[in-house]
């Protein structure tokens, strides 16, 4: 089993990004006795030889002002075919090409392993 130093160090070299902290303050009150702000470095052109780009458009956020992108984090009921939106708790439904997806069956965009994609957008 790896140590926390060593889960953070894969994560970076992974996604290319790293964080001024690697937990998030549970209260207000936290939050304004940080001495070190909340920052991110992220390395936007990072090569993945591991990753393909999926060739297909990415899924949006229905939300006008939100526009976020599905992603692992986002709660997905798959009886409904629904997932919400984890920005703005919008609750969207899957575009007709997800029809067959359930929680054996999933998009690229789900699986934990692909935290980062790229899109090739025709």
């Keep these: 089993m790896a140590t926390y130093l060593e889960f953070i160090q894969q994560n970076e070299e992974q996604d290319g990004v790293r964080f001024s902290w690697n937990v998030w303050p549970s209260s207000r009150l936290e939050a304004t006795r940080m001495v070190?702000?909340?920052?991110?470095?992220?390395?936007?052109l990072k090569e993945r030889p591991d990753l393909p780009p999926v060739q297909y458009e990415p899924v949006l956020c229905s939300r006008p002002t939100c526009k976020a992108i599905l992603?692992?984090?986002?709660?997905?009921?798959?009886?409904?075919?629904?997932?919400?939106?984890n920005f703005c708790f919008q609750r969207n439904q899957f575009p007709p090409?997800?029809?067959?997806?359930?929680?054996?069956?999933?998009?690229?965009?789900?699986?934990?392993?692909?935290?980062t994609i790229e899109y090739m957008i025709q």
């Design 97 to 115: 090409a997800y029809a067959g997806i359930s929680e054996v069956n999933q998009p690229a965009e789900l699986m934990p392993q692909f935290s």
């Design 71 to 85: 992603n692992p984090l986002c709660q997905v009921d798959y009886r409904a075919k629904l997932w919400a939106c």
């Design 36 to 44: 070190v702000p909340l920052a991110c470095l992220l390395t936007p």
